[in-house]
């Protein structure tokens, strides 16, 4: 009566969260599997940023509960950012649910589900739902276990929850309240351990992560807390590659362009969400930038790492987007020439500003809008990758591929996913890989040993 089976809907910091639940399910005596067929407890960890998110969790919750009255002993909940987007409303819509957890309740999961299975035992007929959606002072600072059985080439480490900023499309200060800062010394202390264990790359998430520290640790001779934090991982011996996600353009002044060219541990690769290239609608959206500041921090970034590669977020569609304003969008999309993109159809949040506004880009045209994107999002990323064919590039292999023998996955510094032939006593290392073949998404290589003929290297180093 104690498999518990987590699926895991969203970004980055939804299965991070999800991560720290099941390292603590297992301390408390639950087993964490992989197959949702052999569960008796069954989680969704959720996601809220769009309809279509929150839409197949609900089919998911429905589906799951014909089998919970199969078998009443079967146990289900939902947890983060649907639940607190949604509360017990969403009881009404499924009132075969077990447990609801909000984004600052996490930790609290096996308490309840120990609480659940006691009842069961001892009381027969199952207690009403279990919810619990409150605020919790100190909750950032719950989500800092990492599972310790298998080693992480690279891992996530969450150094905020929540956040200030007040895009009229989102629902995220909704779904996880005012920010909230981990101290300093906790993350670092997390990352050491992690290091001890074998971890070499850490990814450090936030909702907007570069807003850490904000009016409650004072800049340092012109250095925001953000750079510190930085400063200070960038110091943790063993560490090879630092990473974050997702920061906001406007935390990406003097100090955050600057470490990239001295803190020699940040990888050169930035996630820059741009949302709309349009003055107009970033007016809207309340995005605190313009299109010409954007390609001023692209500019300047691009100065400081000629390298560096950028990903970015747009919205399509977003409420009165006219012809003239998606076109200034593709015109900044091409001109930046990015090497990744997350492309999304704007979708009615409710309770968030822009519901307010009317949502009047027929469905056909946010197609057209996304296809004309992706298109260009295709050729540019290929062109950059195609770029690379014939250099050397620094992998850091996180293990086996997940198709083909003897293939092993890794990154490049630029965050493209490279396959390699290697020995898994490789993994974890920081190896040289000659590129030979690129898709749109994907690069291939062999590795490159110093004076050894590099077509044999693969072979000899297998
Ligand atoms: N740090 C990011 C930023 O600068 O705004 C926020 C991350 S958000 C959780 C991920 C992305 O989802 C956003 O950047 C935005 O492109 C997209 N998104 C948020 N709300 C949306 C909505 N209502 N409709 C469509 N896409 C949305």
Redesign the pocket.
């Known amino acids: 009566m104690n498999r518990v089976y987590i699926k895991t809907y969203?970004?980055q910091?939804n299965e991070r969260d999800s991560e720290a639940v099941a390292v603590q399910l297992r301390d408390r005596g639950y087993t964490v599997v992989d197959d949702e067929k052999s569960a008796d407890i069954v989680l969704l960890n959720t996601c809220a940023?769009?309809?279509q998110a929150e839409q197949k969790a609900i089919g998911k919750t429905g589906h799951l509960a014909k089998r919970k009255r199969d078998n009443p002993d079967f146990i289900l909940g939902i947890m983060g950012c649907m639940a607190q987007n949604r509360g017990t409303e969403l009881l009404d819509r499924l009132p075969d649910l077990d447990l609801l957890v909000g984004t600052q309740k996490f930790h609290r999961v096996p308490e309840m589900l120990d609480q659940l299975i006691r009842r069961e035992n001892a009381l027969g007929p199952r207690p009403n739902t279990l919810v619990d959606l409150e605020e919790e002072a100190g909750s950032e600072e719950t989500i800092r276990e990492h599972s310790g059985d298998q080693r992480q080439v690279s891992a996530y480490v969450s150094i905020m929850q929540g956040?200030n900023?007040h895009?009229t499309?989102?629902?995220?200060p909704k779904t996880r309240g005012a920010e909230r800062y981990r101290e300093m010394d906790s993350i670092c202390a997390e990352i050491e351990e992690l290091v001890s264990r074998g971890t070499r790359e850490v990814t450090l998430l936030g909702?907007?992560?570069n807003s850490y520290g904000m009016r409650r640790i004072a800049y340092r001779n012109g250095i925001s807390p953000f750079v510190q934090l930085l400063e200070r991982v960038n110091a943790i011996e063993g560490l090879e590659r630092i990473r974050f996600?997702?920061?906001?353009?406007r935390g990406f002044q003097k100090d955050l362009v600057e470490a990239y060219g001295r803190l020699e541990k940040l990888m050169p690769y930035v996630?820059l969400?741009l949302?709309s290239g349009s003055d107009r609608v970033l007016k809207r959206m309340r995005?605190p930038y313009t299109r010409r500041r954007f390609l001023e921090i692209v500019a300047q970034l691009r100065a400081v790492q000629p390298e560096i590669s950028l990903s970015t977020?747009?919205?399509v569609g977003?409420p009165g987007e006219t012809e003239e304003d998606f076109h200034a969008t593709r015109d900044l999309f091409e001109e930046v020439g990015f090497d990744m993109a997350?492309i999304?159809?704007?979708?009615?949040?409710s309770g968030?500003p822009?519901a307010e506004m009317e949502d009047d880009v027929p469905a056909e045209v946010k197609d057209a809008r996304n296809k004309v994107l992706l298109e260009i999002l295709g050729r540019s990323s290929l062109e950059r990758n195609t770029a690379l064919i014939g250099t050397e590039q620094s992998i850091l292999l996180e293990g086996p591929a997940r198709k083909g023998e003897g293939l092993f996955m890794g990154r490049n510094p630029g965050n493209r996913k490279v396959l390699v032939p290697a020995n898994p006593r490789l993994v974890g290392e920081c190896v040289p890989v000659r590129i030979t073949e690129t898709t749109v998404t994907t690069l291939s290589g062999h590795l490159c040993l110093a004076g050894v003929d590099e077509s044999s290297a693969g072979m000899l180093a297998r």
């Open positions: 969203g970004c910091m940023v769009r309809d956040c900023m895009c499309f989102c629902i995220v909702q907007i992560v996600t997702s920061p906001h353009p996630h969400p949302q995005r977020d747009i919205i977003f997350f999304f159809k704007y979708s009615e949040r968030t822009a």
